[in-house]
DNA sequence: GGATTATATGAACATATATTCATATGAGAA
DNA sequence: TTCTCATATGAATATATGTTCATATAATCC
């Protein structure tokens, strides 16, 4: 019970949280927020066509990324005009990039990634 | 070629990148993550009475967020104490809780995590 | 020494998820 | 209207990954 109390209730948090990561934690994801980084505003054909993948895969994707909250859409004629969703994202992406950076070598031999030499 | 030369060559960043955000993209190894945010420093038997789950499958993730440069380990005695790796997770922990309460409904409503009712 | 405690890790399995294919919707052009 | 173009999405599949079980290592205590 004191352990009950000790502990802390993240059940919402936990959620949002493990959404928000699992949407930045696939590769195809990653190119889409690096390339909407670099340039403000980008439509579905213009990632189709800077990524080299299928329009039903960045849709897809793009779908994942909305509905988490990190990047939001506009209806511009026939084109849907991706950006990202606010500052924190840019912020959280910048963070994390010089994070990685501080520490290449360890997160290279990541095994969520790929198994360690045998 | 011209579409060529714009496009950045992120391979190893993004590779590093994907890693790291995996490791976050895990309910039980933010469970850790948050532990740590609140105390400095715990051992695996702290973690397993904490957060109520196997002493295997504490160790596993501890292995993944070790190997991703997010926590740090030190060896005292027969225990095993982490704490967080630096300043920078900090920061991006805190930024995205910052975030995802700005955004929690949409974010709960993620796909990543369970289909949108039908 | 043997026993106990703390931790790490390989293997197996069940589930989650990224990708592809097919197709639907909707806007603008002819 | 009919024909493209741009985008979204359901279904199917192959792969990735979280969890459990069993066991190994290593330190401390008796």
Redesign the interface.
Known sequence: MS?QT???N?E????????????????TR??IV?LLL?KEGASVQDMV??LGKSQSLISHHL??L????IVKMEKRGKFSVYTL??E??K??MR??????G???K????????REEGS
């Open positions: 352990q000790e502990r802390v993240n919402p948090l936990l959620t949002e949280l493990e959404s928000f990561f699992s949407a930045l934690a696939d590769r990653l190119e690096l670099r066509k800077e779908s994942c909305r509905n988490c909250g969703n606010g924190t994202v912020d959280i963070t994390a990039i010089d994070h990685v501080a520490h290449s360890s997160i290279l031999a990541c095994d969520v990634i």
